[in-house]
């Protein structure tokens, strides 16, 4: 009996251990879609990461120390994605942290970003995802911003 009941604790864990893969895939799949998006000048991709009333953010730090938090219009990002411009955008991440609790999703992603192949700034994004019946969807970011001090 023992074994049967340790059997069965086993098996549970081992599904529960798979869909947790499943959905961190998922999730990861959806951020990188996102920039594979912005490499590709695709808006319509990028479009369909997002979750309807996204929001962006940055934290800038100020030339005179402070700190201020900047909002970002997500649908004028996905206008410039989708217009034609110089270079390629090539934001290079990380995914070092996927958290999920249900149907939110937390990702912690070291970023490079290149236009071409000449390198601009470094950061780290945020985002928060939420699963809907058309799968998980940006809801929110939020990024910083510097040329030096990067991870390599």
Known sequence: ????????????????????QTATDAVKQTVNNMFKAMRTGDSTLLRSTFAKGVVFHSVENRRDGSTALIAEDANEFIKAVGTPHKGIWDERIVITDVKIDGDLASVWAPYKFYLDDKFSHCGVDVFQLMKTAAG?????????????????
Do not use: H, P, S
Not at 3 to 19: E, N, P
Not at 136 to 152: F, G, S
């Open 1 to 20: 009996m023992k074994k049967l009941i340790l059997a069965l604790f086993l098996l549970m864990l081992g599904k529960l251990t798979l869909a947790q």
């Open 136 to 152: 998980w969807k940006i809801i929110y970011i939020v990024d910083t911003r510097r040329k030096d001090n990067c991870v390599e």
